[in-house]
């Protein structure tokens, strides 16, 4: 393997470690104060689904033809009985409250519902008279009913009263229109607004409790508990791997050595984000686990690479010079090749994805720096100057590698064939395995907000963004006659399928009577159910949120092909955030998994022309797709369909097994050049009992620290952990005993050619 520049820069890095080190500890300063103040984290999944996709163009096109339902806040009011007179009373004084919030332009709830028994007036009657505002629950004939009656009554006669108040007169939703002071926009409430409205209710948490629920609750949640756990699990699995490192090199110096650059890349990696204003959302969370996993790898490669050449009586100073010029390469390659893997990702088709292959191709680049410049720099420090040290390798660390020497040496055509015939199979499971995403997948069943999405669901159908645009039919602003009846028509097509059927008449009289053309503009009660050009209405389809992409799909699906079916296509446009998610987040796992084929593709094109041998990059392609395949391969085992926790879990597994992949084919070409009588079964023999013990100790020390992600109060961290887990112990199996073969089948192929691999110079 070429040196890459390193042979000349490898003693100006031995010689100038106090130099270094400081360069290093200003940057990380400075990295960590941009880190700690303005590192940013949300949990809009919207940012991620951006294309030029039917679903997102219909998206955009309701939240600018009506309004951005996607930034409106819910509410959910629990009580004992809505109908108690005091807690009746204590809603109503809590909703004038709620109206003088800030960020706050209107509460759509019950008490908004209109009054359309007025709409079925002649039309000989005064028209401002009916354009004034008039509610059913304020109402002169419903306000002199006991309460009860005036709930149920309007359960019973107003469209959409029973998906806003339950049966049992115990829960009811309030729909917050926001806004932007600054700009007069609808806007995403601030914590402090956030605050302000919980503060708002706390008088009256003896008639009912309030609590936020919704897609932008749900995000929220996500997003906190991302920042949370960026937070707590990093420094916990630093600290864990830390004490496995000081017990496996049984020396505290090893451990610091092995454990300081995985903590400085991850520092420069949120710095470099926070310098650029970049957010981190729920898939760029993958780049500081895998900065830690090429950090660590790399850096007990490297760190090992200089004890054993102090082993054979180098100086500490020379030691590592030869280190940095020998396994330096490796860990380039190694960053470089994951760097072309996030590169690739990219490549999927989604420009979603940009963000991710962005980032985490700079933070690998980040960890290679952190691994090159400060495990020397530390080892100059703390290792003893002489060339007195004997290092003694644990036993344990040694043992994986005497099987995997006999089984390529001995049995190379067996485990060639058992790879290969395992790899179809394999590869057909990847092909046939569907994709699904299901947001309340990010939430553990004992949180608040999955407890609450779940009793809406079961008492008002669903918090799930859902709408049925319907077209005015005759192109002109106004409901005639005919436009009634074609609604209808519409309605009455949408109720055969709807899990909540719609009254189709009420709704018609209340579009009526919301004519578009005799009311104001700026009416933000009005923009939930009349466009701006007044050309189309809008309803309010119940979903929930606890269904998955498919369900979601087909249920839209359903809809619209039953329209279709009754002879009114073209009528309607569903759209909605929900909507918008179930369709696009299956696409981006597609992405994602076709991008990761590219990454593939890339890193192999990459290795055969760095290492200039076509052979090796055969070699690497199937014992580096296996650990991927395995993980595919657990979730059809247990019949489950691939989600985004596992597609990222793919990419970390790829980056694992190519890593320590490079280090064996690095340390073979090595052996080959400087004991060029060997013969390559002997040279494969010498280059795994080298890598071995460093193979092996990487894989337990990411283990201890993946193993904290089981803390995590987020069901997709806790799997993610699990499944990479999984990954390093495959790739661990796939580099010690399924790679040596087949770089030795190859090798034997190729050892008549003009130029022998274990000739060419590193």
Same mark, same amino acid.
């Not at 933070?363 to 020397?376: C, D, E, N, Q, R």
């Not at 553990?444 to 809406?456: A, P, T, Y």
């Given at each position: ?310 082993? $054979? ?448 110079? $590193?």
């Amino acid at each position: 393997m070429q040196s890459l520049g390193l042979n000349k820069a490898a003693p100006k890095i031995a010689s100038n470690a106090p130099l270094i080190a400081i360069i290093a500890l200003a940057v990380t300063l400075l990295t960590t104060y941009l880190m700690v103040t303005q590192t940013r984290f949300t949990g809009d999944i919207t940012d991620n689904l951006a294309n030029d996709s039917e679903s997102y163009r219909s998206f955009v096109a309701l939240e600018n033809r009506f309004r951005a339902f996607s930034q409106d806040e819910l509410l959910l009011i629990k009580s004992a009985d809505l109908s108690n007179p005091e807690t009746y009373q204590a809603f109503q004084t809590f909703l004038l409250d709620l109206q003088f919030a800030s960020q706050v332009e209107a509460a759509f709830s019950i008490f908004s519902l209109p009054d359309v028994s007025r709409a079925t007036q002649t039309a000989s009657q005064d028209s401002d008279e009916l354009a004034e505002p008039s509610f059913f629950l304020t109402s002169p004939q419903i306000r002199t009913k006991p309460i009860t009656e005036r709930l149920d009554a309007l359960r019973q006669q107003v469209p959409l009263a029973d998906k806003m108040l339950s049966e049992d007169l115990t829960v009811t939703l309030i729909s917050l229109m926001t806004g932007s002071a600054e700009e007069g926009k609808s806007a995403k409430l601030t914590p402090e607004s956030l605050a302000e409205i919980k503060a708002l209710a706390a008088p009256y948490q003896q008639a009912f409790t309030l609590s936020f629920v919704g897609i932008p609750e749900i995000q929220r949640t996500i997003r906190d508990t991302l920042h949370g756990d960026q937070t707590k699990l990093t420094i916990a699995s630093i600290l864990l791997c830390v004490v496995v490192a000081g017990a496996i090199f049984r020396s505290w110096r090893g451990a610091l050595i092995c454990s300081v650059p995985p903590v400085t890349g991850v520092i420069w990696y949120f710095g470099f984000l926070a310098l650029f204003s970049i957010p981190v959302d729920f898939l760029t969370t993958i780049v500081p686990t895998m900065v830690i996993v090429v950090a660590f790898a790399d850096g007990v490669h490297l760190y090992m690479s200089i004890q054993r050449k102090r082993s $054979d009586g180098l100086p500490r100073k020379d030691a590592i010079a030869y280190a940095i010029s020998t396994t330096g390469p490796a860990c380039f390659l190694a960053s470089l090749t994951t760097s072309l893997a996030f590169i690739g990702i990219g490549l999927g088709g989604a420009t979603t994805m940009e963000r991710l292959s962005f980032t985490g191709a700079v933070g690998i680049m980040l960890a290679f720096l952190s691994v090159i410049l400060i495990v020397p720099t530390l080892s100059h420090f703390l290792l003893k100057k002489g060339n007195t040290d004997t290092v003694a390798t644990p036993p344990f660390l040694q043992s994986p590698g005497r099987p995997a020497i006999w089984l390529a040496t001995f049995h190379r055509k067996t485990i060639l064939s058992v790879a290969c015939a395992l790899s179809v199979g394999l590869i057909a499971i990847h092909i046939i395995l569907p994709a699904s995403f299901r947001v309340t997948d990010y939430l553990s069943e004992d949180l608040q907000i999955r407890k609450d999405e779940v009793l809406i669901e079961k008492k008002l159908g669903g918090s799930g963004q859902l709408y049925a645009i319907l077209k005015d039919p005759d192109g002109q602003k106004g409901l005639n006659a005919s436009d009634r009846e074609t609604f209808e028509a519409i309605l009455t097509s949408l109720n055969k399928r709807i899990t909540k059927p719609i009254d189709p008449e009420p709704i018609v009289a209340m579009l009526q009577r919301f004519e578009g053309a005799d009311l104001p503009e700026d009416n933000v009660l009005l923009s939930r159910f009349i466009s701006k050009d007044g050309l189309a209405y809008l309803v309010p389809i119940p979903l929930g949120t606890m269904l998955a992409a498919e369900q979601i799909s087909a249920y839209a699906d359903g809809l619209i092909n039953g329209l279709e079916a009754d002879g009114l296509e073209g009528h309607v446009t569903l759209a909605g955030l929900s909507l918008l998610t179930a369709k696009e987040t299956p696409n981006l796992i597609s992405d994602l998994r076709t991008g990761l084929i590219g990454a593939i593709i890339i890193v192999i094109l990459a290795i055969m022309l760095l290492v200039r041998s076509i052979r090796f990059g055969i070699a690497f392609l199937l014992p580096n797709l296996i650990p991927i395949l395995t993980v595919e391969a657990y979730f059809w085992i247990v019949d489950k369909p691939l989600n985004m926790t596992a597609v990222i879990a793919l990419t970390i597994a790829f980056g694992i097994a190519v890593d320590n992949s490079i280090h064996l084919l690095n340390q073979y070409r090595l052996c080959r050049h400087t004991n060029p009588d060997d013969s390559h079964s002997q040279a494969m023999a010498r280059a795994i009992g080298a890598i071995t013990p460093a193979v092996l100790a990487t894989t337990m020390l990411l283990v201890a620290g993946l193993g904290m992600t089981q803390l995590s109060t987020l069901p997709s961290v806790a799997l993610f952990g699990q499944l990479v887990i999984t990954a390093l112990f495959v790739a661990l199996l796939a580099d010690l005993y399924i790679l040596p073969s087949f770089l030795l089948a190859l090798e034997k192929r190729a050892e008549n050619g003009p130029t022998e691999a274990g000739k060419s110079k $590193d």
